[in-house]
């Protein structure tokens, strides 16, 4: 039984991507770009934590397998 159709699975995988995507501009931003500490923090905690959470849509998407028939 499979909680998501394949057509979310897909959006689910779109929507992971473009955490990783947004992740990698903050914590470069966060890095190198930022200067004040305080907001430096703030951009690599929201970063991480689009990571993570796309790390385990991704976990979920990968071991979870395809959803029907042709």
């Not at 998501?4 to 699975?9: F, I, R």
């Not at 907001?39 to 970063?47: E, G, K, P, S, Y």
């Amino acid at each position: 039984m499979t909680i998501l159709s394949s057509l979310d699975k897909m959006w689910l995988s779109f929507y992971a991507m473009g955490f990783m995507l947004i992740s990698m501009g903050l914590i470069y931003a966060s890095r190198y770009k930022i200067k004040n500490r305080v907001v430096q923090i703030l951009f690599a905690i929201v970063a991480y934590t689009l990571l993570i959470t796309s790390f385990f849509a991704m976990v979920y998407l990968v071991f979870n397998g395809p959803t029907g028939g042709a």
